[in-house]
């Protein structure tokens, strides 16, 4: 395939003739990349099966991990979801546009490959003017895994995406950076009460809000319902060491053992009680809010991972709203820890 060309469009005021190439590359099988408030998609049409197939070759992705449908609407749930709860509508009213997918069962016309074969579908509205006036000028579902190399970050900017998939797909939408940074949250709503199935950009709070109790703990019944959560997650090369938010110790601790070891040390802190310390060959610091943490740390994470680094300390963040997000995906960049 030839270069990927790149649409550059402004959020505030999103050129629709331009989107319309857009969305006929995609009516005609192509890989269109789109900028979500969350992180950017990798698109093809939802009921090309042939379409979404280039979509798990382009990404690298295991053919046992569904994919999400995002639609331009709720009206639109009952195209490709069938026994939708009322639960289920109620959450869509309230959350969508988005970081929020919802999992229904799902209707014959979806292709199994979308699905994985699965008995459920995923679907979500996402918040973005630009993709809604994409999805509006498609007329149809568009799947959309994050837009990277399976094994990489999910990509928060246009150029994240073309570093991992240029010359793979046909489009890239750049709409510049995520809002959110962090992926959607997946909620099961065949289940009542909802399980969690990844907790993302919109809180377990914020859900709670709205209906009373949701499920979060049970790996198996997790893995029973989205068995693609069971392949290996981004992880950087280096060995990441996460250590508790603002311990001052502990981070001067771990720049000591193993600058004596003589490995090359990198670091992602917040609290401006680290930020005068002499630390590491490569540091990056990201301001204290936890919105502009999650907004970051993919891009954060991506730069490191450049670096050649045999350690990466990172600070921990406070386990509540996005804060959940934010350290469930570190956790996993951690993980090969053991
Ligand atoms: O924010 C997001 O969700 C982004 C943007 C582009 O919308 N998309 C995204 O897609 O992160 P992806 O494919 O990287 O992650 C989708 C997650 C996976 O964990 C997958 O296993 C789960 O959703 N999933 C998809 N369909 C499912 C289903 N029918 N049942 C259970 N889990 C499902
Ligand atoms: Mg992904």
Do not use: C
Request: charged fraction near 25%.
């Amino acid at each position: 395939m030839p270069a990927t060309k790149i649409i550059k469009l402004s959020i505030e005021n999103p050129d629709a003739g331009k989107i319309k190439e857009a969305a006929e590359a995609l009516r005609g099988g192509g890989l269109v990349a789109f900028p979500t408030e969350t992180v950017y998609g990798l698109g093809a049409d939802a009921l090309n099966a042939g379409a979404v197939q280039k979509v798990f070759k382009a990404k690298g992705r295991p053919s046992d991990n569904p994919l999400i449908v995002h639609i331009a609407s709720l009206e639109n749930i009952h195209q490709f979801a069938s026994l939708v709860s009322e639960k289920g509508l109620q959450l869509a009213r309230r959350f969508w546009p988005g970081p929020l997918t919802l999992v229904f069962h799902r209707k014959k016309i979806v292709p199994d490959i979308v699905t994985a074969g699965l008995e459920t579908i995923a679907l979500r509205v996402p918040d973005h003017p630009v993709t809604l006036e994409l999805l509006r000028q498609f007329g149809g579902g568009i799947v959309g895994p994050s837009a990277n190399v399976s094994g990489k970050p999910s990509p928060t900017s246009a150029e994240h995406v073309y570093n991992d998939l240029n010359g793979k797909i046909d489009l890239i939408i750049d709409a510049g950076p995520a809002k959110i940074g962090i992926e959607s949250t997946v909620l099961d709503v065949t289940a009542d009460p909802p399980i969690i199935l990844r907790i993302g950009g919109l809180s377990r709070e914020d859900i709670e809000k709205e209906v009373k109790e949701v499920h979060w703990t049970n790996e198996t019944e997790i893995l029973r319902r989205s068995p693609g959560t069971r392949h290996r997650h981004y992880a950087p090369r280096a060995y990441v060491i996460l250590f508790p938010p603002a311990d001052e110790e502990k981070f001067r601790k771990y720049i000591r053992q193993n600058k004596e070891q003589l490995k090359k040390i990198g670091s992602i802190t917040y609290s401006k009680e680290l930020a005068g310390i002499e630390r590491s060959s490569f540091h990056l610091s990201l301001e204290s809010s936890i919105e502009h943490i999650a907004k970051n740390i993919f891009g954060a994470l991506r730069e490191l991972d450049r670096q050649n680094l045999d350690v990466i300390l990172i600070e921990s963040v406070e386990e509540k709203g996005l804060g959940a997000a934010v350290m469930d995906r570190l956790r996993k960049a951690a993980f090969h820890n053991g």
